[in-house]
């Protein structure tokens, strides 16, 4: 139990600061608010394909309607597509504020529901970028906004040193533990599905995007290719979530998984998913001097 | 130990080692406590609360994204009972697909067409929705990109609802789109072909169709377009048809 309380919330090691994640995860939730800006009166607007009225006769007639009560969203309140505007170009402000505004918890916690809501209300058309976008930004909200820094007296004359506070540990395990869970049920779920041990997997994720601009499905379509590259899928993914944990694997590990979200990425277009995954494996890093290092006078 | 020798981490603290309390020199970025250890460890109570959280949090996150293939009946108990912290935190994968492809019909790229024939005979009568010469505001986007992939999983919901013969829950999505061409007389979702399709994928009827029957001054009525069975012709087994 001790141990499980010093690997919360005590600073790992040489742990890294979470600047990387936040803004990085910011500029994608920016994307994602951007993405909605074209068809979101199409989708919610009073004549919108998921306006309140469709969606409520929908669930009602799918016998759905105890299933979705939770997914709550106050953007189920309106259908002016002025104000669903508004609330997309308020979003994109709360991520420039928390790239570059002051150290403060308040946008970075308003950002978050700001994503869960859109989220939420995209019922039918939400997919997993929205899944990891949310839970990534949910810790980060969590963790203090600005990195604690000490000059210390030291046999150097004076260094920096980096002691986040408890809550900065406990956002950065959390980033850690879900997305190598998300991973690691990944890699679970894809055996679960025979092409993921014929060899075809890589082909079946690219071909039912033939008309897109960047088409790798036939690039691959010699066996010698997607074969050994859908195994490699499957292996990186397993074993690497696993070995990111190991100290003297870290590094190599927190590669592998970078190459694999960029490889998944060119083969399913999904950019804003993969793109969050790599972002929020930054949490792995190790770099900073910890207190640990400095040698005092 | 002498004072100046590198310290080793100690394994079970939760405080900065005394020998590296931070000095007058010290400064804070930006404006935090400055020397209180209280920031590296939260009250015991708080720090139990906290783990006993984390723990049910990552069992439903597991359980959850396990369902994304296939759910028991438990999972869907557990998820029902929690379904407040799930959904209202969107942490719920609710059969996100996590495993990018099993290379079923339902994560084909599907098409959405309309006719101005009440009974279309030949491909060319048909006109697919989102394409550029359509010019219509529904599919926007490019293939591959995000606006598509929304579109994507809105229509291939509703194939997968029309070929389990649930018509009328499908009419609640198509009706705005039938709302948005005026002039189609039948709408019908279909399957692209692709590299891991076979000859009988790509032959098979519409995943849904349905004919629009408008009157002035009403809602347009929807009757869904059953599939054409395949037949054979019957066999003759009588004498004449024997000697025949």
């Not at chain 1, 969203?73 to 994109?92: D, E, Q, T």
């Not at chain 2, 519409?206 to 929807?222: F, H, I, K, N």
């Amino acid at each position: 139990m001790k141990s499980f309380q010093d690997f919360l919330f005590v600073a790992e090691h040489g742990a890294a600061s979470l600047r990387l994640v936040r803004v990085g995860l910011s500029l994608i939730a920016a994307w994602y608010f951007i993405s909605h800006w074209a068809d979101v009166g199409v989708w919610f607007a009073e004549d919108g394909v998921l306006s309140n009225a469709q969606v409520i006769g929908f669930l009602e007639t799918a016998n759905l309607t105890s299933e979705t009560n939770w997914q709550w969203s106050p953007l189920f309140l309106v259908n002016s597509i002025v104000f669903l505007r508004a609330f997309l170009a308020f979003g994109v402000v709360l991520t420039i504020a928390t790239i570059v505004g002051p150290a403060k918890r308040v946008p970075a916690v308003l950002l978050w529901l700001w994503v869960v809501w859109l989220a939420n209300r995209s019922l039918l058309i939400a997919g997993p970028e929205e899944l990891v976008l949310t839970y990534g930004l949910g810790y980060l909200a969590l963790a203090s906004p600005a990195d604690m820094q000490r000059r210390m007296a030291t046999s150097e004359a004076s260094t920096t040193v980096h002691c986040d506070s408890w809550l900065t540990n406990l956002a950065r395990r959390l980033i850690q533990l879900h997305t190598t869970l998300l991973i690691g049920m990944t890699a679970l779920t894809m055996l679960a599905s025979k092409v993921w041990w014929d060899g075809t997997g890589s082909v079946a994720v690219a071909a039912p995007l033939g008309r897109r601009s960047l088409d790798v499905s036939e690039a691959i379509s010699n066996p010698w290719i997607h074969e050994p590259l859908t195994h490699l899928i499957v292996l990186v993914a397993m074993f690497g979530c696993v070995t990111i944990w190991m100290k003297n694997l870290r590094q190599f590990s927190l590669y592998g998984l970078l190459v694999w979200c960029l490889v998944m990425a060119i083969l399913s277009s999904q950019w804003m998913y993969l793109a969050s995954i790599a972002v929020l494996l930054q949490a792995f890093q190790t770099e900073r001097k910890s207190i640990y290092d400095v040698q005092p006078l | 130990m002498s004072p100046l020798a590198k310290p080793t981490r100690p394994a079970k603290t939760h405080s900065i080692p005394s020998q590296l309390k931070p000095t007058n020199d010290l400064t804070v970025v930006p404006g935090q406590d400055d020397n209180s250890d209280k920031l590296y460890v939260p009250a015991p109570w708080i720090a139990k609360l906290v783990m006993v959280w984390v723990m049910v949090h990552f069992v439903l996150c597991a359980i959850s994204y396990s369902s994304s293939i296939a759910s028991s009946g438990l999972q869907d108990r557990i998820l029902a009972a929690f379904g407040p912290y799930m959904s209202l935190t969107h942490l719920d994968a609710d059969g996100a697909s996590l495993h990018f492809s099993d290379s079923s019909l339902s994560e084909k790229t599907h098409l959405i067409s309309q006719s101005s024939f009440a009974r279309p005979e030949t491909e060319d009568q048909w006109t697919v929705i989102g394409a550029n010469e359509s010019g219509s505001k529904l599919m926007g986007g490019y293939a591959g990109g995000d606006r598509q992939r929304r579109w994507q999983r809105l229509i291939s919901g509703m194939a997968e609802l029309g070929e389990s013969d649930q018509g009328n829950v499908v009419a609640w999505l198509i009706e705005p789109i039938v709302l948005a061409e005026p002039k189609a007389k039948q709408i019908r979702i279909t399957r692209e072909p692709d590299l891991m399709t076979t000859v009988v994928d790509d032959a098979a009827p519409p995943a849904y169709t349905v004919s629009v029957l408008r009157q002035e001054g009403q809602q347009p009525r929807l009757i869904q377009v059953s599939p054409p069975r395949l037949t054979a012709p019957a066999i003759d087994r009588t004498s004449e048809g024997a000697a025949r």
